[in-house]
């Protein structure tokens, strides 16, 4: 059988969707692999998250969570467990760091803007801005 016409540009087309998704699916996994490995102090970056929030679990409240879920809206459906986990393991942190005794509107605001890479941070003054939230005493975390 002799490859030529429609039926080759077919083949090609898929050899070439198919490793693109392969090499997109090995990077997040690498990644992810990457997160789980342990560091100097023997526990990984995924175990310091789940340290932080379980530390901090009792501080959550039906209004923290639904702030939470709000500001993680513009995250894809698929990456937002991921992103939320992440995000509430920065506030867990910062909470444990400040010996906070209740999780208040600040400490969400700081816990995500430092959990974020820069490139986020118009989306998240975006979304302050849409639920009346002042980012003036927040700058300073933003150019951290």
Do not use: C
Not at 70 to 97: H, M, N, S, T, Y
């Amino acid at each position: 059988m002799e490859l030529n016409g429609w039926f080759l540009v077919f083949i090609l087309f898929w050899v070439v969707v198919l490793v693109g998704l392969f090499a997109i699916g090995g990077y997040f996994m690498f990644r992810k692999f990457l997160k789980s490995m342990p560091k100097e102090d023997g526990l990984s970056d995924l175990n310091w998250e789940e340290y932080y929030v379980d530390k901090t679990i009792h501080l959550w409240g039906d209004d923290e969570k639904a702030m939470l879920n709000e500001l993680v809206q513009p995250v894809p459906d698929l990456f937002r467990p991921v992103a939320k986990q992440k995000i509430a393991g920065r506030i867990g942190q910062v909470l444990l760091e400040e010996k906070a005794k209740k999780m208040k509107i600040e400490h969400i605001i700081r816990g995500y803007i430092l959990a974020t890479p820069k490139r986020d941070h118009k989306f998240l003054r975006k979304k302050l801005a849409e639920m009346k939230i002042d980012v003036s005493p927040y700058e300073q975390y933003f150019e951290q």
